[in-house]
């Protein structure tokens, strides 16, 4: 230790004691000693030889300070460092920088990180969180479970106030702003469908202002069986219309046989949502075959081959004409099919033979049918070789699948015209939930004279000042391209 050199030496003088009696000297009752005066020295020590206050001419500091993790320390400029310490009034400070604000509250903490300030409840889950980045508020429920918040990438706009209000009743969550502008508004999307409201019988918005259609309220969201645009007038297929002929490929004079081992199988596809009722087949028989005749209906694999269960079926007699025909396949059940997939429907007939057959048609001039091709095996469907430049002789009858969308059509008195329940407020690919416009003003339309009635058109999908062969009144047009759905009128 560097020499000390004390330049005014101090008096010792007995003072009472006063507070915590365990600092009373030895053989003192009452009083202790105290140094009065200044010392000046270049580096000191108090305390015993385990434990003491290491004083140099910079700073202050317990002998067992590692910066960081032991002991305390004061250094000359004001800058401290303590493991922890208890205030009884207000720290005034301009920063804090990391670490963890405590609660009196078990488990109640607010943690700081460089970009976050998280705050947790009494069961250490966090409630909400402060972010410097995009996220902005983010708000979570009593199981930590992100619910929303606000964000902080400038999507609100430029606000002074906004305050979001969770009333604890039904989850409706109160919102209010004050004195906005010029705000920068983004899309308002709930994060799940036909849940939450805008508004309540209670407290309501006032006006709205929109330059297109209003879709949803009084709207409604359903499967289009085929593809849409907006303005199309649409109805809800129940599933009983007459089926009609959706798909045919004719023959060519070419013949596959069809016996024991041996199955032929067609690919094919729509382009909408059908309910196939019949398959028609181009066959005739070879000799007298015996057993069954067996049509089945398949999704495929990424190769055209069957894959899974069957769809739907048919089990006949294995017979046909002499020469050939179509043979038809009345499904056991009427099998409902999406837009857009590829299916095949496989034919077998295992008890017959190469002398007693059936022979299957079909076209070899170059796939003439673009939505599939012919698919052939030879050893009981184990593998299948998918042909695409031919295709199989075959028809399939089908109608409209249940409780899915399809144009209107004014040519028929039917439920393509009874059972009208709206327009498309936006385009919608088949197979695909959209919004439906059944009340208030939608676009899409052309032609209108604004003030007279609207009519569903013999073309399909289209409404008219005119009205079709079956006279259907839709509403009122509010401009040429624009009309107000109306059933009373």
Do not use: C
């Not at 309540?200 to 330059?211: M, P, R, V």
């Not at 197979?431 to 013999?458: E, F, R």
């Amino acid at each position: 230790m560097a020499e000390e050199i004390i330049t005014n030496f101090p008096e010792l003088l007995d003072v009472p004691i006063e507070g915590d009696p365990s600092f009373q000297p030895t053989g003192t009752t009452g009083f202790a000693k105290e140094f009065r005066g200044d010392v000046y020295s270049s580096r000191g020590r108090f305390g015993n030889g385990s434990a003491y206050i290491d004083i140099s001419a910079t700073e202050i500091k317990s002998n067992n300070f590692v910066s960081g993790s032991l002991g305390w320390r004061i250094k000359y400029n004001g800058d401290v460092e303590f493991s922890s310490g208890t205030f009884r009034a207000n720290v005034t400070g301009a920063t804090i920088t990391g670490g963890l604000i405590q609660s009196s509250t078990s488990g109640q903490r607010v943690v700081i990180q460089s970009d976050e300030l998280n705050f947790y409840d009494s069961s250490d889950t966090l409630r909400m969180a402060l972010n410097s980045d995009t996220d902005g508020i983010t708000l979570y429920d009593e199981l930590g479970v992100r619910q929303g918040g606000i964000s902080g990438d400038n999507q609100w706009g430029n606000y002074s106030v906004l305050m979001l209000h969770y009333t604890g009743v039904g989850n409706q969550i109160s919102m209010y702003f004050s004195d906005i502008a010029n705000v920068s508004a983004k899309d308002f999307i709930p994060d799940t469908n036909n849940t939450f409201d805008l508004g309540s019988s209670t407290y309501k918005w006032k006006d709205l202002y929109i330059s297109g259609s209003i879709i949803g309220g009084s709207g409604i969201s359903l499967e289009a069986g085929e593809d849409l645009v907006l303005g199309d007038a649409v109805y809800i297929s129940t599933g009983g219309l007459a089926a009609t002929k959706t798909i045919e490929n004719v023959e060519d004079g070419s013949d596959a046989v069809i016996y024991g081992t041996r199955w032929g199988g067609q690919t094919f596809s729509f382009d909408e949502e059908f309910t196939i009722t019949t398959i028609g087949l181009e066959m005739r028989k070879i000799g007298t075959p015996t057993g069954n005749l067996v049509l089945e209906v398949f999704a495929t694999d990424g190769n055209g081959a069957p894959t899974g269960a069957a769809l739907g079926s048919k089990t006949v007699a294995a017979t046909a004409n002499v020469s050939y025909a179509t043979k038809t396949f009345t499904l056991d059940t009427p099998t409902p099919l999406d837009a857009n997939t590829t299916y095949i429907f496989t034919i077998k007939a295992v008890d017959t033979s190469e002398v007693n057959r059936l022979e299957w048609q079909y076209d070899d001039g170059g796939n003439p049918y673009a939505g599939g091709s012919m698919n052939y095996s030879i050893d009981s469907g184990v593998n299948w070789v998918l042909n695409t430049s031919n295709d199989f002789a075959f028809e399939i009858n089908s109608h409209p699948r249940a409780g899915r969308l399809y144009k209107t059509d004014a040519s028929f008195a039917d439920e393509r015209i009874t059972g009208f329940i709206g327009i498309a407020g936006e385009s919608i690919t088949a197979g695909v939930n959209g919004s439906i416009v059944a009340a208030g003003v939608v676009a899409g339309a052309s032609g209108l004279t604004v003030g007279a009635k609207v009519y569903l058109s013999d073309t399909t999908g289209a409404v008219s000042s005119s009205a079709g062969s079956n006279s259907k009144t839709v509403g009122l047009a509010y401009s040429a391209t624009e009309v107000i759905i109306n059933y009373s009128i």
